[in-house]
């Protein structure tokens, strides 16, 4: 929809362009939420895109990708290692289709911190290092698992933005397995989850049934009773995330269920 | 400004820094480029840049800068049809057309991958009208049409054309120049008194050119819902009214240069409010000491319904002799329409060659004739000195019987002397306009040892919310046609239709008859479960036959006959069409199949007065002209118009030009609803068109001539003389269509999750006109009741809102939710409606969601008796049953 707000868009060509920050600035990644909902704070969109960021790039350290790669482009980057098989699917578990996947990123499903974002179950599946760079120019790190903290919020300071991810080479090796719930087919996630299995033995992502992304770590790969349990006491009921795409005693119980499933999958 | 090279042609216009590329190119004049919900969600505004399909109302504008964009006005090349619109019109793969270009651009931007899971890439296009069969057809390569003519083809709609390539018009399509928008400040309390509105920050905006709140307008109360007797609503509604009835109601209007100021002066109104207590539940506002939203309403009663027939005093005294008794209640939720075009309408004045203004209204409405009238008497003028119409609506399913938008533009350029346009946002559409009933009905039944019903009692409970549009009618036709169909020696019938402070309900397809038909029908099987009888045999036993008496709870006469009767066939056809279905593999978890059926009678047209006029004018070069007043949405009354009067003439359709939706095409017609489409303008146009027949004929024997309608053209023309014929139907005497549901599902016990393994529709609809928009017709009624049964819910939250008003809240079918639907036809006659035809638009909702609920009670070994049969609510309710089962 129109922004009726929106007085200026700024198109830095480099990160060094970025304009000083200012009240009522937006970071605007493909715009596929900022568009959707009227912004009335909003008065000057950052236009991510301008950057020209590389959308994915190997470094020593393992696959850097950029905020602003589109889901479509990490779709289709091509299977260079195990982990990678979860990119596509993960992609295609976002709520929009293949048009939305043409222009919305990475970032901006991260930086939403919906419960159902699918780059967030992703990015903590994959032990994801997000860079951030303040609106000084100074940059940090942060894990994915620690980014998003709540329903809608994220560890990201006033004019913050979310640059790239680095996935690890550790993670990239690493054996994954999705599972989504929803209440229609190719619907909402009601639970997402990825379990990954590799040297440091059995990890799970638990999104979308809780309020943020939840991440257990096991030495080895557990049974898969010996999951559930773990997942169940995990999705406390504070933690969980009452919505209207399933009520949330539903969504623990799919969660529950998946988390058993991924364990037997990663077990053959 | 920027730049594109938009469908080939490089174009630099002007565009605001917020501004979405859905505007602009509308801004370009692409009409195509629809706006459904405006937030990415319904597809309707696709288009592609640089060939890759993206959703144009979340694209910034400047990012389409330098790109190649192409939108449905550029996909025909050379003005020929590209494949796959022409493919969408043999697969009849569209009714209202509004989801169109963005279906047909979105299938364009497919790959490999999309193709390969088409119902996937899909999840992001909403087809209200359909039920994507037709479109998954299109894929396929399938057609649906075909080349014969007359009565029995599959003719193509005659804006077949039109709407696959863009160019058929709704209500905000090419706009008149200097156009005002308006917008609406909404009240966020339930309940509230306006005390004070301080205009001052408003009017300081530039380019605020009129603002209307109650202090401004006439006090006239009348009704939004729309009925040929405008007393048959309640007249509870002002124009703007200062006591606040509902979160939503409208406060103000400003109007604008722009949209974005109007917007912004809204927000810039102060408005203070004394917030009173406000009645959210329905079962407590008949309470003793519950505040009366209305003076008229004692008890906040907007309708009410009571009547029984038969020996007994009680039901209780029937049910106390019955072998087999049962007594349950049964909750309907509130749902949207979700018409893809939101209530929408521009005004304008025109002069006459004497001077004299005349008001012309373009708006999204199936009542254009009614709405005249209203505005008529609202506006103290002359009907003649109001022109209102509709080139095509997107969609209404009964929401667009309804005034809407149209006082506030006819009230603001009388006031401006400019066009001026109301646009719903989807939210609006969501929190201003109206929803299906909320009902509680409570089914008593006792049955004998064979199955034979004693006694049948039903009380209901509707929520007509704070205004009673549509509330008599819709509680006395759901308390109709539900309690008919079954013969029964003893009825019982007490309904009451109330007022809260939540939003207005209004007409939604079925009218009342979805939500009791879903109680009748569950109670039912419930009955065959506890008596032993098979529910096809239980219905056979007990259901209506021709020479039954058709009572409802009162013997009053009627006008309503049996034209024909398919019931019996519709049963056979659909039970063995269920044996035959396959069941594929269910893998693994813990599966189980149901089977569920239910039936449905429905009246062919409304009660209580609907009338038609049409009128066939042979023209010169041998065409025909034909005019007629009911509105086209996607429910093909136009298609089967033309095919009557083709056939009854002996013309090709193609030679048909058609004036619809008009008030100044001919003298009246109450509107596009009830189902009237086929059964009464029908008629109205197959009585004209042999009006016409009789003045060529008479012609011809006259100037020894033959049949052929060029030579006869050409004469009457070289005489000075026009030909033509009149036709009028007062929509009685009246019938009754039928349809069967079945379904077999799957439901998953762990899970709660359920699959269609098969869906089948029979229906008695009399001669089929036209087969391809017959089965479209049920096909859709299909899609959304399966909505209506297991998905979609309008929420209110504590303070009376609307909690889900957007598509990503409230889940619209998309193609992946659906299963195919298989359509069958009783073969009947019917005496009453045009060349033995009846009516089929809104009667296949109405079986549905018994079917679904009957099916999953048997597969989840539970009954689901409220709405939507959501998974995460079976799930819940399997839990509870093993729950008490273990205690």
């Known amino acids: 929809m129109d922004l009726h707000g929106v007085r200026e868009i700024v198109r830095p060509r480099s990160v060094e362009a970025l304009p000083a920050w200012q009240p009522g600035d937006v970071m605007l990644g493909g715009g596929t939420y900022l568009f959707s909902e009227p912004q009335p704070a909003a008065r000057r969109l950052i236009d991510l895109a301008a950057l020209g960021l590389s959308p994915a790039r190997r470094e020593p350290a393992g696959l850097r990708i950029a905020a602003t790669c589109r889901l479509a482009e990490l779709a289709s980057l091509e299977v260079a290692s195990p982990a990678m098989s979860l990119f596509a699917p993960a992609v295609h578990c976002l709520w929009g289709s293949f048009k939305v996947h043409n222009v919305a990123t990475v970032g901006g499903n991260l930086c939403l911190a919906l419960p159902a974002g699918p780059m967030s179950a992703l990015m903590v599946a994959l032990d994801g290092l997000l860079c951030l760079r303040g609106p000084g120019g100074a940059l940090r790190d942060l894990p994915a698992r620690d980014f998003i903290v709540d329903f809608l919020t994220t560890r990201l300071h006033p004019g913050e933005m979310l640059e790239s991810i680095l996935v690890p080479n550790a993670a990239l090796a690493r054996q994954g397995v999705l599972r989504q719930a929803s209440l229609t087919r190719y619907g909402r996630s009601a639970a997402l989850l990825i379990g990954t299995i590799g040297d440091g033995g059995f990890s799970l992502t638990i999104t979308a049934a809780s309020k943020r992304p939840l991440r257990l770590d096991f030495g080895t790969l557990p049974s898969a009773e010996q999951v559930r349990h773990a997942a169940a006491d995990a999705l406390s009921p504070d933690i969980l995330h009452d919505d209207i795409h399933g009520a949330p005693a539903w969504k623990r119980d799919r969660a529950i269920a998946l988390a058993g499933e991924i364990a037997e999958a990663l077990r053959t | 400004m920027i730049s594109i090279v938009l469908n080939g042609r490089a174009v630099t216009a002007p565009a605001t820094p917020g501004q979405c590329l859905r505007t602009f190119l509308r801004a370009q004049g692409c009409n195509g480029v629809k706006r459904g919900c405006d937030a990415g969600d319904c597809g309707a505004c696709t288009v592609l840049v640089d060939g890759a399909a993206v959703q144009s109302c979340v694209m910034p504008a400047f990012r389409a800068e330098g790109h190649a964009v192409t939108t449905i006005e550029g996909l025909a090349e050379g003005g020929e049809l590209c494949p796959l619109q022409q493919q969408f019109i043999d697969s009849g793969a569209f009714q209202c057309g509004y989801c169109t270009p963005g279906m047909i651009l979105t299938i364009a931007g497919f790959d490999a991958v999309q193709a390969a899971d088409p119902a996937r890439a899909l999840k992001s296009n909403i087809c209200r009208c359909t039920g994507y069969a037709p479109i998954a057809d299109a894929l396929d390569g399938i057609a649906r049409c075909d080349d014969r003519v007359g009565i029995g083809a599959s003719t193509p ?223 103290q003028m002359p009907r003649e000195r109001i022109r209102v119409f509709c080139d095509r609506v997107g969609g209404g399913f009964g929401g667009k019987q309804e005034l809407i938008v149209e006082d506030i533009i006819a009230l603001a350029t009388l006031r401006l002397g400019r066009p001026v346009a109301l646009e719903y946002t989807r939210e609006e559409a969501f929190t201003g306009a109206s929803t299906r009933h909320p009902m509680q009905i409570r089914v008593r039944m006792g049955a004998d040892a064979q199955g034979r019903l004693l006694g049948l009692a039903m009380d209901v409970l509707a929520e007509t919310g704070a205004y009673g549009n549509h509330a008599p009618g819709v509680l006395h036709h759901g308390c109709n046609e539900s309690m008919i169909v079954y013969n029964c020696p003893s009825k019982f019938v007490d309904g009451v239709s109330v007022y809260a402070n939540t939003p207005p309900s209004g007409a939604f397809r079925g009218y009342g008859l979805s939500q009791t038909i879903f109680a009748v029908e569950s109670a039912m099987d419930e009955l065959a479960i506890a008596s032993g009888i098979d529910p096809w045999r239980l219905r056979e036993i007990n259901m209506i036959r021709p020479g ?231 096909e859709g009624g299909v899609a959304q009741a399966i909505g209506g049964a297991l998905m979609e819910e309008v929420r209110i939250d504590g303070a009376g809102r609307i909690a889900n008003p957007s598509f990503r809240s409230y889940h619209v079918p998309r193609m992946a939710d659906l299963p195919r639907t298989e359509v069958l036809f009783a073969d009947t006659y019917d005496t009453t409606g045009p060349l033995g035809a009846k009516s089929m638009s809104e009667s296949p909702f109405n079986p549905v969601a018994p079917a679904l609920a009957n099916a999953i009670a048997r597969a989840a070994g539970v009954r689901p008796r409220s709405l939507p049969m959501r998974a995460d609510r079976i799930w819940a309710a399997i839990r509870e049953q093993s729950g008490e089962m273990s205690r």
């Not at chain 2, 006239?220 to 509604?237: C, I, Q």
């Not at chain 2, 050409?714 to 009028?728: M, N």
Request: glycine share 8%; hydrophobic share 40%.
């Open chain 2, 157 to 379: 709609p005659p804006a077949a054309c039109g709407v696959v390539s863009g160019t058929v018009r709704y209500a905000m399509d090419a706009p008149p120049d200097g156009l005002l928008h308006a917008r609406l400040r909404r009240s966020p309390h339930a309940s509230a008194r306006i005390l004070h509105i301080d205009r001052a920050a408003a009017l300081a905006i530039d380019g605020v050119r009129l603002i209307l709140t109650h202090e401004d307008v006439p006090h006239f109360p009348y009704s939004t819902g729309r009925h040929e007797n405008f007393r048959d609503d309640p007249e509870d509604t002002l124009i703007f009214d200062p006591l606040i009835r509902f979160a939503g109601q409208r406060v103000a209007a400003v109007i604008a240069d722009t949209a974005a100021i109007a917007e912004a002066a809204c927000a810039a109104l102060d408005i203070t409010y004394e917030v009173l207590p406000a009645l959210l539940d329905p079962t407590a506002v008949q309470d003793e000491g519950a505040p009366q939203l209305h003076a008229h309403a004692p008890r906040n009663v907007a309708a009410r319904v009571q009547g029984q027939v038969g020996p007994h005093a009680t039901i209780d005294e029937v049910l106390a002799g019955a072998a087999h008794v049962v007594d349950r209640t049964y909750t309907t939720q509130r749902l949207h329409h979700a018409s893809l075009e939101t209530h929408a309408g521009i005004a304008w004045l025109e002069r006459d060659a004497a001077g004299e203004d005349s008001l012309v209204i373009r708006s999204s409405t199936q009542v254009p004739f009614l709405t005249r009238d209203t505005l008529a008497r609202m506006l």
């Open chain 2, 548 to 778: 039954d008496p058709m009572i409802s709870h009162h013997d009053t006469p009627h006008d309503v006959t049996f034209g024909s009767y398919g019931l019996d066939q519709c049963l056979v056809l659909a039970r063995d069409a269920l044996d035959r279905a396959q069941t594929p593999e269910l893998g693994d978890g813990d599966w189980h199949l149901g089977d569920g059926m239910a039936i449905a009678l429905i009246d062919t047209a409304p009660p209580r007065g609907h009338y038609a006029h049409a009128a066939v004018t042979l023209r010169e070069d041998g065409g025909v002209d034909l005019d007629v007043g009911t509105a086209e949405f996607g429910n093909g009354s136009v298609t089967t118009h033309v095919q009557l009067v083709a056939t009854t003439l002996g013309i090709e359709p193609t030679r048909i030009r058609v004036r619809h939706g008009d008030t100044e095409a001919v003298a009246h017609d109450t509107g596009a609803y009830g189902s009237a489409g086929i059964v009464i303008a029908g008629l109205a146009c197959h009585r004209a068109a042999l009006a016409l027949k009789a003045e060529m004929e008479a012609f011809a024997a006259d100037h020894q001539l033959g049949t052929d309608p060029g030579a006869i053209a050409a004469r009457a023309a070289s005489r000075g003389r026009t030909l033509s014929g009149s036709g009028y139907s007062d929509g009685s005497p009246r019938s009754v269509a039928f349809n069967v549901q079945a379904f077999r599902v799957a439901v998953n016990r762990d899970s709660g999750e359920w699959r269609i393994v098969a869906s089948i529709q029979a229906a008695d609809a009399g001669v089929v006109l036209n087969p391809m928009q017959c089965r479209g017709q049920i």
